[in-house]
């Protein structure tokens, strides 16, 4: 699921987006962020915002059809959604991502992971490495 507020409708967005929906992600966005997805050759799902109607983000949560959810809200309105989308996450154990920074980190470390390349260190180890 994505929902972005209108400052973040932009090239950094549809990069990362695009990379989830390379990963084998489908995307389920609210009507402004999927019409923007759309009009830029990205498949997306309409879904209602949490005081629009039904089904709505949460009810997705609830039904298990929600894996990640990536929402960076802006504004009163925006805030009463995070706030029961993040509750409907935590409760369904849901990813749950409100920068855009993390949601790039995110979709890097998945696709490391798939590759096989995803490992542990150190923060000492990695500081051995750059020096």
Known sequence: FISVNDSDKNDITLGI???????GFSVVATEGTAKFLNSNGIKSETVYKVG????NVVDLIKNGKIQLI??????EVSRYDEYAIGWAAIE???????TLSAAS??????????????????VQEYLAEMT
Do not use: C, D
Not at 92 to 98: G, N, P
């Open 105 to 122: 980190s995110a979709v890097k470390g998945i696709q490391k992971q798939k590759e096989g390349e995803l490992g542990v260190k150190s």
């Open 70 to 75: 990536v929402n960076t809200p802006m504004g």
């Open 52 to 55: 629009e109607g039904r089904p």
């Open 17 to 23: 987006v695009r990379e989830f929906a390379k990963l």
């Open 92 to 98: 369904h154990k849901v990813a749950f991502i409100t």
